[in-house]
């Protein structure tokens, strides 16, 4: 992902990344990555986006504390995730040449 921004060849002033809750990388290994990177003179704020699954029996949409968690309506375990699994780039500045 960092590599595809490289490729451009741009300056960046600042990255914006929306990560979700439940991908396996806190901010603070994703800041360490960052830094290691040659974008590490960027700015880059990462917004968490909060994990959300649907109850796949009464569909009771909720926010679980982690992946595999029972519906709090129902107590079914079976869950469709809606949200929480984002990994992207939603906004990145370029420096003014
Ligand atoms: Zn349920």
Not at 65 to 70: I, K
Request: negative net charge; glycine residues 4%; contains cysteine.
């Amino acid at each position: 992902m960092i590599d595809h921004l490289l490729r451009q060849s741009k300056r960046y002033k600042s990255v914006h990344l929306a990560a979700g809750t439940l991908i396996s990388f806190d901010d603070q290994q994703i800041h360490a990555q960052w830094n290691e990177s040659p974008l590490a003179q960027t700015t880059l704020t990462i917004r968490r986006v909060p994990a959300q699954q649907q109850c796949m029996v009464c569909f009771e949409k909720y926010q679980p504390a982690r992946v595999e968690v029972s519906c709090p309506q129902c107590g079914s375990v079976g869950a469709k995730i809606i949200a929480g699994e984002e990994f992207y780039f939603e906004s990145i500045e370029e420096e003014n040449a």
